[in-house]
């Protein structure tokens, strides 16, 4: 299962239910590849065939959203935040 967090334009964020024991992170998928960020850092951890300016605006929605975003794992793997 891979719920889907949040949605902006062709991006899809979303958690892989099997990933609890790493820090919080979020899943991106868009037209032309993938990303993976941390949400408290803000940080790409990974991507692919994600354009430069494309990953600036994925970090960016995670920076708008860390809050709802941090709030959305806890609850999904339930663990304290």
Do not use: C, Q, Y
Not at 9 to 24: Q, Y
């Amino acid at each position: 299962m891979s719920p889907t967090i949040h949605h902006e334009g062709n991006l899809r964020f979303f958690f892989f239910s099997n990933e609890g024991t790493e820090p919080p992170h979020v899943h991106v998928e868009g037209p032309d590849g993938s990303a993976k960020v941390w949400i408290g850092a803000g940080e790409v951890a990974s991507h692919t065939g994600i354009r430069p300016a494309d990953l600036a605006r994925i970090v960016a929605i995670v920076k708008e959203n860390r809050e709802p975003f941090l709030e959305a794992w806890h609850g999904h793997f339930g663990t304290k935040g």
